[in-house]
């Protein structure tokens, strides 16, 4: 009698006994199915055993004859260990590649999506038009991001060399800024060795011979120590804008320089190299241009910083701008630093008819301009303190409304060496702007750039650009930083306080500066960046601390004044000494111990 069985399962002990086939080796268990293996005979006795789910349901062979061998007809599927084994591997191999597979793509993606918000685009083949002019050995040697007063002057140099640039700035219109209008006397003998002097002039800057200093009623001038220069070297002060346009105008003029106005979006990276960048043309087109030297100097809110830099950006306070009209200050030719409370007030002439005025509000929260609150405040807290000559012209314009705010920021500089990027300008460093040095530390750093890349004869020698852009970093320090750090120095001591340690440095500060000879000299060299010595500044900035210990010690020392000496001494230090750690104690004093510094021009 035939019999079709649903799908069972034999066990090999209760098969070995009774199976027909002998040649046929059983392992311990064999699975039987009704598609192959048909005419299988059992012998009575056998156990079917029947699965479903966890339960086993057995079938008992003799239940079909009695004591002869009958041939069932069935469809058994044998599927022995090894096939299940392999099975298994096979599977398992396979999920272990797709996971390795799925999870390089998704770190290459992670990475790719980090180097765009870092500013970084993997250079490759997409639907992004390339632009041909500037593509290839036979575009261009340098890529400008930016045409400030950094990119506009670099371009210019650079293109003097012989090098063959392309600057992409955002707005090629006159800017109109209240910072960036005093140039130190430091900062204009720069401009002569770059050759761009003639840029200061018919657009009605002003000579800068000094400071004057006002507190409490009392005044002091101080004048920039010029006696061993030319007569036309001084300071100059003038409107941003017009300063800018003028060195623009003149890179134009170059044939191998190229000015074009459009947003770089990002740097272009391929293998670790920036290529060149990705912009944004005024018609709205995406465009790459490509060069083996890319400079960011898109100024104080660049958005490609951090891919070139770790950025620790810090915001101490906020200036209040404003321009005075028709108006003479205390001290022609001088700015003003009024050392007014909370914090310090600057004015100084920017045309033959305007003063700048500038309030530095601490903290990053001002009042509302918009509410009138801004308004109130300058006219109840801050025209008191001004220098009676210019009281009259500083109400008039808060009147008139032209307010204008811009936050005040300092950020140490801390690079990360990239082949074929470097940063300039407010992109890559920044101080507190009391002091005015930022434009001589942007001048002052592309003289240096300009002197390593002179013997460079193509840009395209990877290995030696790089080694060059690395000692850039450090040359440059020992000015850089000491301009940084006096700057930073300087408005942590002018800051009204509290504290009366504090009050002492601010106070003995101004008598000190006040004293003339070599104490109103030094500073003042230091501060005009004709004598940017790090050792100079930390020893005028501690003479100050110690001639304000002097004078708590007069006429007879005592127990509290030698305990807020030793305050003073403290507050002085905790000043100094982290600037200075930030900037880097290493490369600002002794640079000529760094290998970076010492590169031979190349072969």
Same mark, same amino acid.
């Given at each position: 009698?035939?019999?079709?069985?649903?799908?069972?399962?034999?066990?090999?002990?209760?098969?070995?006994?009774?199976?027909?086939?002998?040649?046929?080796?059983?392992?311990?268990?064999?699975?039987?199915?009704?598609?192959?293996?048909?005419?299988?005979?059992?012998?009575?006795?056998?156990?079917?055993?029947?699965?479903?789910?966890?339960?086993?349901?057995?079938?008992?062979?003799?239940?079909?004859?009695?004591?002869?061998?009958?041939?069932?007809?069935?469809?058994?599927?044998?599927?022995?260990?090894?096939?299940?084994?392999?099975?298994?591997?096979?599977?398992?191999?396979?999920?272990?590649?797709?996971?390795?597979?799925?999870?390089?793509?998704?770190?290459?993606?992670?990475?790719? =999506?980090?180097?765009?918000? =870092?500013?970084?685009?993997?250079?490759?083949?997409?639907?992004?038009?390339?632009?041909?002019?500037?593509?290839?050995?036979?575009?261009?040697?340098?890529?400008?991001?930016?045409?400030?007063?950094?990119?506009?002057?670099?371009?210019?140099?650079?293109?003097?060399?012989?090098?063959?640039?392309?600057?992409?700035?955002?707005?090629?219109?006159?800017?109109?800024?209240?910072?960036?209008?005093?140039?130190?006397?430091?900062?204009?003998?720069?401009?002569?060795?770059?050759?761009?002097?003639?840029?200061?002039?018919?657009?009605?800057?002003?000579?800068?011979?000094?400071?004057?200093?006002?507190?409490?009623?009392?005044?002091?001038?101080?004048?920039?120590?010029?006696?061993?220069?030319?007569?036309?070297?001084?300071?100059?002060?003038?409107?941003?804008?017009?300063?800018?346009?003028?060195?623009?105008?003149?890179?134009?003029?170059?044939?191998?320089?190229?000015?074009?106005?459009?947003?770089?979006?990002?740097?272009?990276?391929?293998?670790?190299?920036?290529?060149?960048?990705?912009?944004?043309?005024?018609?709205?087109?995406?465009?790459?241009?490509?060069?083996?030297?890319?400079?960011?100097?898109?100024?104080?809110?660049?958005?490609?910083?951090?891919?070139?830099?770790?950025?620790?950006?810090?915001?101490?306070?906020?200036?209040?701008?404003?321009?005075?009209?028709?108006?003479?200050?205390?001290?022609?030719?001088?700015?003003?630093?009024?050392?007014?409370?909370?914090?310090?007030?600057?004015?100084?002439?920017?045309?033959?008819?305007?003063?700048?005025?500038?309030?530095?509000?601490?903290?990053?929260?001002?009042?509302?301009?918009?509410?009138?609150?801004?308004?109130?405040?300058?006219?109840?807290?801050?025209?008191?303190?001004?220098?009676?000559?210019?009281?009259?012209?500083?109400?008039?314009?808060?009147?008139?409304?032209?307010?204008?705010?811009?936050?005040?920021?300092?950020?140490?500089?801390?690079?990360?060496?990239?082949?074929?990027?470097?940063?300039?300008?407010?992109?890559?460093?920044?101080?507190?702007?009391?002091?005015?040095?930022?434009?001589?530390?942007?001048?002052?750093?592309?003289?240096?750039? =300009?002197?390593?890349?002179?013997?460079?004869?193509?840009?395209?020698?990877?290995?030696?650009?790089?080694?060059?852009?690395?000692?850039?970093?450090?040359?440059?320090?020992?000015?850089?930083?000491?301009?940084?750090?006096?700057?930073?120095?300087?408005?942590?001591?002018?800051?009204?306080?509290?504290?009366?340690?504090?009050?002492?440095?601010?106070?003995?500060?101004?008598?000190?500066?006040?004293?003339?000879?070599?104490?109103?000299?030094?500073?003042?060299?230091?501060?005009?960046?004709?004598?940017?010595?790090?050792?100079?500044?930390?020893?005028?900035?501690?003479?100050?601390?110690?001639?304000?210990?002097?004078?708590?010690?007069?006429?007879?020392?005592?127990?509290?004044?030698?305990?807020?000496?030793?305050?003073?001494?403290?507050?002085?230090?905790?000043?100094?000494?982290?600037?200075?750690?930030?900037?880097?104690?290493?490369?600002?004093?002794?640079?000529?111990?760094?290998?970076?510094?010492?590169?031979?021009?190349?072969?």
């Amino acid at each position: 009698m035939i019999q079709k069985l649903p799908r069972f399962r034999l066990t090999a002990t209760s098969l070995r006994s009774s199976f027909p086939y002998k040649d046929l080796s059983l392992s311990p268990r064999l699975s039987l199915s009704t598609r192959r293996f048909r005419n299988l005979s059992l012998t009575t006795g056998a156990t079917v055993i029947r699965r479903r789910g966890a339960a086993e349901e057995r079938y008992k062979c003799g239940s079909l004859t009695s004591t002869s061998k009958k041939t069932i007809t069935m469809a058994p599927v044998i599927e022995l260990d090894q096939f299940i084994l392999g099975t298994f591997v096979a599977s398992l191999f396979a999920f272990v590649l797709l996971y390795v597979l799925r999870r390089n793509s998704s770190r290459d993606a992670n990475l790719i =999506r980090s180097k765009k918000n =870092r500013g970084l685009v993997v250079a490759q083949n997409d639907a992004v038009s390339r632009n041909p002019a500037t593509e290839g050995d036979s575009g261009i040697d340098v890529i400008i991001v930016g045409a400030g007063v950094a990119g506009a002057a670099l371009a210019h140099t650079l293109g003097k060399e012989g090098r063959r640039v392309h600057v992409i700035e955002r707005d090629l219109s006159e800017q109109d800024r209240i910072v960036g209008e005093l140039l130190q006397p430091g900062g204009y003998l720069k401009l002569i060795e770059l050759g761009l002097e003639d840029c200061v002039k018919e657009i009605d800057a002003q000579r800068v011979l000094g400071y004057a200093l006002f507190k409490d009623g009392k005044h002091t001038k101080l004048s920039y120590p010029l006696e061993t220069f030319d007569s036309d070297i001084a300071g100059r002060s003038f409107h941003n804008g017009r300063f800018v346009q003028r060195m623009r105008e003149k890179a134009a003029t170059l044939s191998n320089v190229r000015l074009e106005q459009g947003t770089v979006t990002s740097l272009l990276e391929e293998n670790g190299t920036i290529k060149g960048v990705q912009y944004k043309t005024k018609e709205g087109n995406e465009l790459r241009s490509y060069a083996p030297l890319t400079i960011v100097c898109d100024g104080c809110f660049s958005n490609l910083r951090r891919s070139l830099c770790k950025p620790k950006v810090d915001v101490p306070s906020t200036f209040v701008g404003l321009i005075l009209e028709n108006c003479e200050l205390p001290f022609a030719n001088h700015g003003h630093v009024v050392l007014g409370d909370p914090s310090p007030i600057l004015l100084y002439p920017i045309s033959s008819t305007e003063v700048r005025c500038l309030v530095d509000v601490p903290g990053q929260k001002v009042p509302s301009i918009g509410n009138g609150e801004m308004a109130k405040y300058l006219k109840t807290q801050v025209a008191p303190q001004v220098p009676p000559e210019v009281r009259e012209a500083f109400i008039s314009a808060v009147e008139k409304g032209n307010i204008r705010t811009m936050p005040n920021r300092s950020m140490p500089a801390d690079p990360v060496p990239t082949p074929g990027a470097l940063l300039l300008g407010d992109a890559f460093n920044m101080r507190h702007p009391l002091t005015g040095g930022g434009m001589t530390v942007a001048l002052a750093d592309i003289v240096i750039l =300009r002197e390593l890349l002179r013997p460079i004869h193509s840009l395209n020698d990877k290995e030696a650009l790089s080694k060059y852009i690395e000692s850039f970093y450090t040359l440059r320090k020992p000015v850089a930083s000491t301009i940084n750090t006096l700057a930073g120095a300087l408005y942590k001591v002018f800051l009204a306080s509290s504290d009366e340690a504090k009050t002492e440095m601010r106070e003995a500060c101004f008598d000190y500066l006040s004293l003339g000879g070599v104490c109103a000299s030094g500073p003042v060299a230091l501060l005009s960046g004709l004598n940017p010595r790090p050792l100079s500044l930390v020893l005028h900035f501690f003479a100050v601390a110690i001639y304000a210990v002097g004078r708590l010690m007069l006429p007879f020392p005592s127990i509290k004044s030698f305990w807020l000496g030793a305050r003073v001494i403290s507050s002085a230090s905790g000043i100094i000494f982290p600037i200075i750690k930030a900037e880097g104690v290493r490369q600002m004093f002794f640079p000529r111990t760094i290998s970076a510094i010492y590169r031979p021009p190349p072969q």
